[in-house]
């Protein structure tokens, strides 16, 4: 059963940095393409980084240049780097993992974690 645990969520002033990381307790890690989502009160969830279970990735655009997604199989952890932070990325963070087994997509969310940019 996959559990994905979000960290490093917190306060930090504009220009600063955070670093999330998502850890899953379950086998076959690393067969998951695992994505980043946020979401702002009030707003839809929006995609902000993908990375492929080949280590391929991709950005919404709001974030490019500023973030990095990587991922440490050995560890089945995910991490988000974000630096460069603006206001605008407050929200609430969540990781997800997907896989398609038998023809059949499967998808596990995380609880989320609080990212608050503010001076």
């Known amino acids: 059963q996959v559990q994905l645990v979000e960290s490093g969520g917190g306060l930090v002033q504009p220009g600063g940095s955070l670093r999330l990381s998502c850890a899953d307790s379950a086998r076959g890690f690393s067969a998951y393409a695992m994505a980043w989502y946020r979401q702002d009160p009030g707003k839809q969830r929006e995609l902000v980084a993908t990375?492929?279970?080949?280590?391929?990735?991709n950005y919404a655009d709001a974030v490019k240049g500023r973030f990095t997604i990587s991922r440490d199989n050995a560890k089945n952890t995910v991490y988000l780097q974000m630096n460069s932070l603006k206001p605008e990325d407050t929200a609430v963070y969540y990781c997800?993992?997907?896989?398609?087994?038998?023809?059949?997509?499967?998808?596990?969310w995380g609880q989320g974690t609080q990212v608050t940019v503010s001076s």
């Open positions: 997800h993992a997907g896989i398609i087994l038998f023809g059949r997509q499967l998808d596990y």
């Open positions: 990375i492929t279970s080949g280590s391929t990735t």
